[in-house]
């Protein structure tokens, strides 16, 4: 995750993250990446169901009804042991979490223990009824997916009106006074309508928008292709700076952020030395405390039935099971080979990540999607479109 307008536009500095000894319970929200304990943001997916059939779900979410779905008494012995362990925020995911009708009551339940507790949803079940509840329960903040406008969004999420719902959905959270944010996938069918997402995050002064990379996981696995060639991602993030600068120099400040592509923060790096080497050097202190990629560090997945992950999108590699066994101690053992290595990524890198002279503030970028494309897990990211110039 990097902070585009944190990094870009110096709205965070080094000495803010310092000023809270850098711990994570201690930490606001918009500095916790820069922890230094990395107590892992966990992510739960709730359900496996959701109303619409989006083309790039990871959880091959579908709109039938499953039996092995962790109960409410399950997930509130999971909280405890989370709250335990000093997990700083809980995500709320699916399928659609807003279906299971007991969200609310875990939701809150996670609140009562000290946890900031999010939510990613489509956002087309967001009734203003269902926003004041999220509000009344103490939740943190609503991520709400669009992946184009009207038409696009429509077609890529594969229910017609999908678009429209989320809008009101925008709109329900906002009057209800509860933090709302877009998610917005960018791959080659609606690379082009970033401006227009910008624009309306502006018309409709959304505080937040975060651009997401594409990760060939569930159905997203079957969209290599449709993935941004390294130069258009290139021009993508060279396009979402310029679009968030222009809004801050309008002091209409928006937090912008891209997501899954660490090679992102040399990119803004490399090109802030050129603009603004002072900035660039604070930046070059804040992606070095930020540490690159944190599956299975900073980042863990619990899904629907209770299996553990690295991340929400590494769903074909398991460490145990909360049924089993507690979520902390399943996190903390490093019997697991993998669980191992996650832990020292750094030291099992190939190829040009090996030599990089990135690899500290990137970690090597995404693993999964090494292996989705490789077969290896510990080949370079596919993704990763800095230059062998830019890395030497």
Request: include cysteine; proline fraction near 4%; charged fraction near 25%.
């Amino acid at each position: 995750m990097i902070g585009i307008s944190k990094l870009y536009c110096g709205t965070v500095e080094p000495s803010d993250a310092l000023r809270y000894g850098r711990m994570s319970s201690k930490l606001p929200s918009h500095l916790l990446q820069f922890s230094s304990d990395k107590r892992p943001v966990v992510v739960w997916n709730v359900t496996q169901r959701c109303n619409l059939k989006c083309v790039h779900c990871y959880a091959r979410a579908k709109n039938i009804a499953f039996n092995n779905e962790l109960s409410s008494s399950e997930g509130k012995i999971l909280i405890d042991d989370l709250a335990e362990f000093g997990v700083p925020v809980m995500l709320f995911s699916g399928g659609e979490p807003l279906i299971r009708e007991d969200l609310p009551e875990i939701a809150a339940y996670a609140v009562k223990k000290g946890m900031r507790a999010v939510i990613s949803t489509n956002g087309t079940l967001i009734t203003p009824q269902i926003a004041q509840t999220l509000k009344d329960i103490g939740l943190s903040y609503v991520g709400i997916s669009l992946d184009g406008m009207e038409e696009t969004n429509d077609r890529f999420r594969g229910v017609e009106g999908a678009f429209r719902l989320a809008i009101k959905g925008i709109e329900n959270c906002k009057k209800a006074g509860i933090k709302v944010g877009l998610r917005f996938t960018i791959n080659k069918s609606n690379a082009g309508q970033i401006p227009e997402i910008f624009k309306l995050v502006e018309e409709m002064d959304i505080p937040r928008v975060c651009f997401y990379h594409l990760v060939y996981s569930g159905r997203g696995s079957e969209l290599v292709k449709e993935d941004l060639s390294h130069e258009e991602s290139r021009k993508a993030v060279d396009l979402i700076m310029d679009l968030t600068k222009k809004l801050h120099d309008k002091n209409n400040s928006k937090e912008v952020l891209t997501v899954d592509n660490h090679a992102d923060g040399p990119y803004l790096y490399l090109r802030l030395l050129k603009e603004n080497p002072e900035r660039a050097r604070k930046v070059l202190e804040l992606l070095e405390m930020n540490q690159g990629n944190s599956s299975g560090i900073g980042i863990g997945c619990i899904s629907w039935d209770g299996e553990v992950y690295a991340d929400q999108f590494w769903r074909h590699y398991s460490f145990g099971n909360v049924r089993n066994r507690p979520f902390s101690k399943i996190w903390a053992d490093t019997s697991d080979p993998l669980m191992k290595k996650l832990k020292e990524k750094k030291r099992h890198a190939k190829g040009r990540c090996a030599t990089c002279r990135w690899l500290d503030i990137c970690a090597g970028n995404f693993r999964v999607r090494s292996e989705a494309v490789t077969g290896d897990v510990w080949a370079p990211d596919p993704a990763c479109y800095l230059t062998d110039e830019e890395i030497a």
